[in-house]
């Protein structure tokens, strides 16, 4: 267990801001969360619970008490012990594999054990970057898939009484983007472990933005997982900036999901406008094309910037402070909402 005081963030947010949180809690096990939340008091307040720090932005010190897992392992699970345990013959399902993963386990790691244990389910989740419990808690998605197709059961401590709980799926209510987690019981628990719950069948959802003509380009049309995986990283490390080399946290805004009439409305001003049909009465435009429509892809604001690959991406293009990229947040969602008359939201954690 840590326990530090006056601590740097620097090495914990990958938009590279250099803060400090005045204390600085990690646990490596699920004892040593209960006993932290133990010895907690109102000197803590207020708390951030942090995983990789890839959805963070830090507008300053963080005056409160910064909690971090540093629980491992990844762990299958038998399906026969699981359905004894939780007194249900379906989970005997022989197609179904369950890996029990440690909060503080990289999720990508995750991902790249299931495609080599040939699991399958999280291929297109591929090189999202954080940790395990914040997948749970952000309900992390790319190119179709969503942490909440994969999530079985969420394992936490409760802050305020110390004891262990597990979430079904169900219980968390994920939906895009969002969790249970992120309203309700915000702040209230320590994620200690995730069970994901894959398929040993392999059926790949390869209809999500351009991963077809990528797999055209290099003469594939059958990929198998590990194909699909090394071209999603392919994709992915084109289009977004490394954080070691230039700060950011991925994708800053989420995707606005609208109503089919605005939709209509934006389609005839906007032929060949991108989207994503979510049900019969909403569609999902992309906020990056928004954004590139308001001509910020490559513009900056004092040292923040839009990536020029990805109008989603915003970077600090070297000793930004979390005000400047706020700033340049502010006017980039007040341009999109001038011209389309479309409020887009921050995906990334401003604190």
């Known amino acids: 267990m840590k326990d530090i005081r006056d601590y740097s963030l620097l090495a914990h947010n990958t938009f590279g801001i250099d803060a400090k949180c005045k204390r600085f809690l990690e646990y490596s096990s699920v004892e040593e969360a209960q006993l932290i939340v133990a010895g907690l008091t109102a000197a803590d307040q207020p708390l951030l619970i942090l995983g990789g720090g890839s959805n963070l ?18 762990e299958v699970l038998e399906n026969g012990d699981l359905a004894a345990a939780e007194h249900d013959d379906a989970l005997l399902n022989p197609d179904w ?19 080599e244990h040939d699991f399958y389910g999280a291929e297109n989740l591929s090189i999202i970057p954080g940790e395990v419990g914040a997948s749970a808690i952000q309900n992390i998605g790319a190119y179709g898939v969503e942490a ?67 797999l055209a ?3 594939i049309e059958h990929p198998t997982a590990r194909q699909l995986r090394d071209v999603i990283i392919e994709i992915r490390n084109a289009k977004l900036p490394d954080p070691k080399v230039q700060g950011n946290a991925g994708s800053f805004f989420m995707n606005p999901i609208v109503e ?33 429509q308001c001509g910020w892809k490559g513009k900056s604001l004092g040292r923040a910037g839009v990536h020029d690959k990805q109008a989603l991406v915003l970077v600090n293009r070297g000793g930004a402070t979390g005000e400047e990229i706020v700033n340049l947040c502010e006017t980039i969602r007040k341009d999109v909402k001038q011209k389309f008359g479309i409020d887009i939201h921050p995906e990334v954690n401003v604190k």
């Open 260 to 292: 089919k009439a605005k939709y209509d409305a934006l389609a005839a001003l906007y032929p060949g406008m991108p989207h994503y049909t979510i049900d019969e009465e909403h569609e999902k435009i992309p906020a990056g094309w928004m954004i590139d």
């Open 148 to 214: 909440k197709d994969i999530i079985y059961k969420v394992e936490a401590v409760e802050i305020a009484t110390g004891k262990l709980v597990v979430f079904d799926n169900q219980d968390c209510q994920y939906s895009y983007r969002q969790s249970k987690f992120k309203h309700e019981w915000r702040d209230q628990y320590l994620v200690t472990h995730v069970i994901y719950r894959l398929k040993k069948t392999y059926a790949p959802d390869l209809d999500y933005g351009n991963i077809r003509a990528s």
């Open 97 to 115: 594999v369950f890996l029990n993963c440690g909060s503080g386990e990289v999720f990508d790691d995750v991902v790249a054990y299931a495609v």
């Open 217 to 219: 380009a290099k003469n």
């Open 57 to 74: 932005l830090l507008t300053g010190d963080y005056q409160g008490t910064v909690l971090h897992s540093a629980i491992k392992g990844i």
